[in-house]
């Protein structure tokens, strides 16, 4: 049976009384809050949905599918990566190019991350002639 990740940080944000009222009212305010989080940036996952839990029969099937596929191409060089399911674990050599990639930048292998040049405002790492649609869809408010 699948786990739930563990909760480990809070957050916290001011909202009107009467979305407070509402919240209040509501039998899992956090987990309401988590799946609109989610689905306002397209994010839930496709096997469990936002849940963080899959039936086992889908557990059992995907699981090997996705120790099969566990490879991206470097956004380079085309070098397959091996991704892991999560950053646990992960040496630090290899922790910033990874997150990268899961927070929707390039993938690079780690021959290539250090040869692309890092973006001055958020430190990802993008070719040169990628630079100009990197700071229309990140940087502009």
Not at 61 to 86: D, F, G, M, W
């Amino acid at each position: 049976m699948a786990r739930k990740a563990q909760k480990t940080k809070i957050v916290a944000f001011k909202v009107e009384e009467d979305l407070a009222e509402f919240l209040d009212k509501l039998n899992n305010k956090s987990d309401f809050i988590r799946k609109a989080i989610l689905a306002q940036f397209s994010m839930a996952c496709p096997l469990c949905a936002g849940s963080g839990v899959v039936a086992r029969g889908i557990h059992d099937h995907y699981k090997p599918v996705i120790a099969e596929q566990n490879h991206h191409p470097c956004s380079r060089c085309k070098t397959p990566v091996v991704l892991p399911l999560s950053l646990e674990g992960v040496s630090e050599k290899d922790r910033k190019r990874l997150e990268q990639y899961y927070h929707g930048g390039p993938l690079f292998c780690a021959k290539c991350f250090p040869e692309i040049p890092a973006c001055d405002d958020c430190e990802w790492h993008i070719p040169h002639d990628g630079i100009a649609d990197h700071f229309r869809k990140a940087h502009t408010h």
